[in-house]
């Protein structure tokens, strides 16, 4: 896990503010999950975010994950794959489960 410390500090490296910072690595963080789970044969990455991630590390920083479905899915199982991938990175502690005191 990246320590607040190391957030500001490439902030600062980036002429970004700290929640760029912290979103990118979540970011960062939910596509390994992916990359590892079962939705992997089923998502298309596109949009700015593969730009960066994949081809140009100094381009934009990005809000969010566009991705298309190769193969139908009904919401449910969706939703269960995804509830999947949270799981394991808290459970890896990529993510850190925070209730309001943090």
Same mark, same amino acid.
């Given at each position: ?15 970004k &503010?700290?929640?760029?910072? $912290?979103k990118?690595? !979540?970011? #960062?963080? @939910?596509?390994l999950g992916? =990359?590892g789970?079962k939705?992997?044969e ?5 949009g700015?975010t ?8 100094d ?6 994950? &566009?991705?298309?479905?190769? $193969?139908?899915?009904d !919401?449910? #199982?969706? @939703?269960?794959h995804f509830? =999947? ?8 502690q ?9």
């Amino acid at each position: 896990m990246i320590t607040q410390r190391e957030v500001s500090q490439l902030a600062f490296r980036q002429e970004k &503010d700290d929640r760029t910072i $912290e979103k990118d690595y !979540v970011i #960062t963080w @939910i596509l390994l999950g992916l =990359a590892g789970s079962k939705l992997k044969e089923n998502l298309a990455f596109k949009g700015g975010t593969t730009l960066k991630k994949i081809y140009f590390p100094d381009y934009r920083y990005s809000e969010d994950l &566009d991705f298309t479905l190769l $193969e139908e899915l009904d !919401v449910g #199982t969706l @939703i269960n794959h995804f509830g =999947a991938v949270l799981k394991d990175l808290e459970r890896s502690q990529a993510f850190i489960k925070c209730d309001d005191t943090c």
